[in-house]
């Protein structure tokens, strides 16, 4: 079926440098992209969406990007911190908004 | 606002037994999920319901049941309990409207043996 997935499950960053997370979608109906940030024993926190109508979209520190064309989203997170420690998920909605698929997750490691 | 609240937090079954989890919103949100997250995976919807008295199978409903009486309880029932039924269980909830930012529970650690 489609499905929402990551290419990298891991990914170690310098603290200070850029951080770029990838994910990859397969169904071409998606309308809505939510970027989700999950620190260990919690629940998933919103942190950035993006419209199918959109390719950028910025918030504090974070942007993402959509590629529709092949059918990618990324999320950017500058001057990565180490309380951006956690496990990001994108998640994908088709129309109706009812339905949330959410990728396989990669974990940030922020390396003092 | 207390948000999404989950009860309980953790919690050991025995093969066969059944049980609900408990999830409250107080924020006056249409929108209720339900989801359980296996180790080293992300969420898979089990139920959701867009409003009181209405609810739809997810991905992975098998084994669970929900109910939606009011705006603010969204419970899910077990029935039966498995071993493949051992995850990370959080609820969720979101405005109806232009944004669809859902809003999750702390969650519930189920262990069925």
């Known amino acids: 079926g489609e499905s929402v997935g990551l290419h990298l499950p891991t990914l170690s960053v310098q603290e200070g440098d850029n951080s770029i997370i990838n994910c990859a979608y397969s169904?071409?109906?998606?309308?809505?992209f939510i970027w989700y940030k999950q620190e260990s024993g919690k629940g998933p926190q919103f942190i950035i969406d993006?419209?199918?109508?959109?390719d950028k979209r910025q918030g504090q520190r974070v942007t993402v990007l959509l590629n529709k064309t092949v059918k990618h989203l990324s999320l950017q997170i500058a001057a990565t911190q180490p309380g951006d420690s956690a496990v990001y998920f994108c998640?994908?909605?088709?129309?109706?908004?009812?339905?949330?698929?959410f990728g396989t997750g990669t974990k940030l490691q922020v390396i003092p | 606002n207390a948000g999404v609240t989950q009860t309980p937090k953790f919690r050991i079954l025995k093969i066969g037994q059944s049980m609900t989890l408990q999830c409250a919103q107080d924020?006056?949100?249409?929108?209720m999920y339900w989801y359980r997250q296996d180790p080293g995976m992300g969420l898979k919807l089990i139920y959701y319901?867009?409003?009181?008295?209405?609810?739809d199978k997810g991905e992975v409903p098998n084994g669970y049941n929900v109910s939606r009486s009011t705006t603010e309880d969204f419970p899910l029932r077990l029935e039966l309990a498995a071993p493949s039924q051992t995850s990370v269980y959080f609820c969720?909830?979101?405005?109806?409207?232009?944004?669809?930012?859902?809003?999750f529970g702390p969650g519930t650690r189920l262990t069925v043996t």
């Open positions: 969720a909830s979101s405005p109806s409207g232009a944004t669809y930012e859902q809003y």
């Open positions: 993006i419209r199918s109508n959109m």
């Open positions: 924020m006056n949100h249409n929108y």
């Open positions: 998640a994908e909605m088709p129309g109706g908004y009812q339905k949330v698929t």
């Open positions: 319901s867009v409003g009181a008295g209405i609810t």
């Open positions: 169904n071409s109906a998606s309308d809505y």
